[in-house]
């Protein structure tokens, strides 16, 4: 099974909020997921970022593939991935 690591969208419409998931390669984007790890709100105050580190490093072992938009954020983070 080929797995992503991504940003699920949620929220409303012009306020979005993200979970951050494990899917499927070949679900569509908005479709269910495996294993949620995290979530993400870029327009809380602070910036709401939280990640469970122990299953994402799991998943990484498990030869998870970064989705581009999660490598960004994760780069910009400071987590290795």
């Known amino acids: 099974m080929a797995a992503t690591l991504k940003?699920?969208?949620?929220?409303?419409?012009?306020?979005?909020?993200?979970?951050?998931?494990?899917?499927n390669k070949r679900y569509k984007s908005n479709g269910k997921y495996i294993e949620e790890l995290g979530q993400y709100d870029p327009l809380a105050e602070p910036v709401v970022f939280k990640?469970?580190?122990?299953r994402?490093?799991?998943?990484?072992?498990?030869?998870?593939?970064?989705?581009?938009g999660m490598a960004k954020l994760?780069?910009?983070?400071?987590?290795?991935?």
């Not at 990640?51 to 122990?54: A, F, L, P």
């Open 7 to 23: 940003l699920y969208r949620i929220g409303k419409k012009g306020k979005p909020s993200y979970r951050i998931v494990v899917v």
């Open 51 to 54: 990640i469970d580190k122990e």
């Open 56 to 68: 994402f490093a799991y998943w990484l072992d498990k030869g998870v593939i970064v989705s581009e």
């Open 74 to 81: 994760l780069k910009n983070k400071k987590i290795n991935k």
